[in-house]
């Protein structure tokens, strides 16, 4: 256990006091598990928490004797998506899109839930997104048990900009959108996640350490929540995507909470 830094910086950028940062601090992910893959196994599974199709043209390939989508190289999680010149049908998910590529992702074995027993979350990372017509790259959390909750810390739909959304049903969204310098360079994205009555938590949004944006989280209370960084393609970052090879790569990648 340990109080992070990261907690006095928190303070300090939104004047919460520093009473509610006071609690002992707890690393849930620490920054090294893309160190082997011992360490990612133990801390993330492969795919997504439902399977290998999601909502756009990419099906999810990876296991710990299949690394063709899913690579570590020198403390860095590389997903790759590659397109597929056969028919390999549609997904087995809304909208159920034709499948044309074939990419990575992993979901965190721990969940996120903020509780009267954790009541403040750290969830971060750096990373290298695709940003060209037809990637779509995340790093989010989801609901276990239903849809919404909902959180989105980096989302590129095709473009340069990201999206940091917090989903509240389906209708009811906030979305702060930014426009990143040279998404395939280094970044760091961030959400910290605070309960702040009985069933609402506030998200705070932060890009390259600057605070972009709090949303309210209705109902996030007691929910606990997948985190999820995949590569999809197409779909809401639109069509045709890239013939070539497209890579998003990620470090340093953490989750964290208070015990009250």
Same mark, same amino acid.
């Given at each position: %256990?340990?109080?992070?830094?990261?907690?006095?910086?928190?303070?300090?950028?939104?004047?919460? &006091?520093?009473?509610?940062?006071?609690?002992?601090?707890?690393?849930?992910?620490?920054?090294? @598990?893309?160190?082997?893959?011992?360490? $990612?196994?133990?801390?993330?599974?492969?795919?997504?928490?439902?399977?290998?199709?999601?909502?756009?043209?990419?099906? %999810?390939?990876?296991?710990?004797?299949?690394?063709?989508?899913?690579?570590?190289?020198?403390?860095? $999680?590389?997903?790759?998506?590659?397109?597929? *010149?056969?028919?390999?049908?549609?997904?087995?998910?809304? &909208?159920?899109?034709?499948?044309?590529?074939?990419?990575?992702?992993?979901?965190?074995?721990?969940?996120?839930?903020?509780?009267?027993?954790?009541?403040?979350?750290?969830?971060?990372?750096?990373?290298?997104?695709?940003?060209?017509?037809?990637?779509?790259?995340?790093?989010?959390?989801?609901?276990?048990?239903?849809? &919404?909750?909902? *959180?989105?810390?980096?989302?590129?739909?095709?473009?340069?900009?990201?999206?940091?959304?917090?989903?509240?049903?389906?209708?009811?969204?906030? @979305?702060?959108?930014?426009?990143? *310098?040279? &998404?395939? @360079?280094?970044?760091?994205?961030?959400?910290?996640?605070?309960?702040?009555?009985?069933?609402?938590?506030?998200?705070?949004?932060? $890009?390259?350490?600057?605070?972009?944006?709090?949303?309210?989280?209705?109902?996030?209370?007691?929910?606990?929540?997948?985190?999820?960084?995949? $590569?999809? %393609?197409?779909?809401?970052?639109? @069509?045709?995507?890239?013939?070539?090879?497209?890579?998003?790569?990620?470090?340093?990648?953490?989750?964290?909470?208070?015990?009250?």
């Amino acid at each position: %256990m340990k109080i992070a830094a990261s907690a006095l910086a928190f303070v300090l950028v939104t004047g919460i &006091p520093a009473a509610a940062n006071a609690a002992a601090w707890e690393d849930v992910i620490s920054t090294g @598990s893309f160190g082997s893959y011992g360490a $990612l196994e133990s801390e993330w599974n492969y795919r997504y928490p439902w399977g290998s199709d999601h909502n756009g043209t990419a099906r %999810m390939y990876a296991s710990s004797s299949d690394h063709n989508h899913v690579a570590l190289s020198g403390g860095v $999680l590389t997903l790759k998506a590659t397109r597929i *010149s056969w028919n390999e049908g549609n997904s087995g998910a809304s &909208p159920y899109l034709p499948i044309r590529y074939h990419s990575g992702a992993i979901h965190a074995r721990e969940h996120v839930v903020a509780t009267n027993q954790f009541p403040n979350w750290e969830v971060k990372g750096d990373f290298q997104a695709p940003s060209t017509r037809g990637t779509w790259p995340a790093f989010w959390l989801t609901g276990v048990n239903s849809w &919404p909750p909902e *959180s989105d810390i980096l989302e590129f739909k095709g473009d340069n900009r990201n999206w940091f959304n917090t989903f509240r049903t389906s209708n009811d969204v906030s @979305s702060s959108i930014v426009g990143v *310098s040279s &998404p395939g @360079s280094w970044h760091t994205y961030r959400a910290w996640i605070t309960k702040v009555n009985n069933t609402d938590v506030d998200i705070h949004y932060y $890009l390259d350490g600057k605070w972009i944006a709090k949303h309210t989280g209705k109902n996030f209370v007691g929910k606990p929540l997948w985190v999820i960084i995949n $590569l999809q %393609m197409e779909g809401s970052s639109g @069509s045709p995507g890239p013939t070539a090879e497209t890579v998003y790569r990620a470090r340093n990648v953490y989750i964290g909470r208070t015990r009250a």
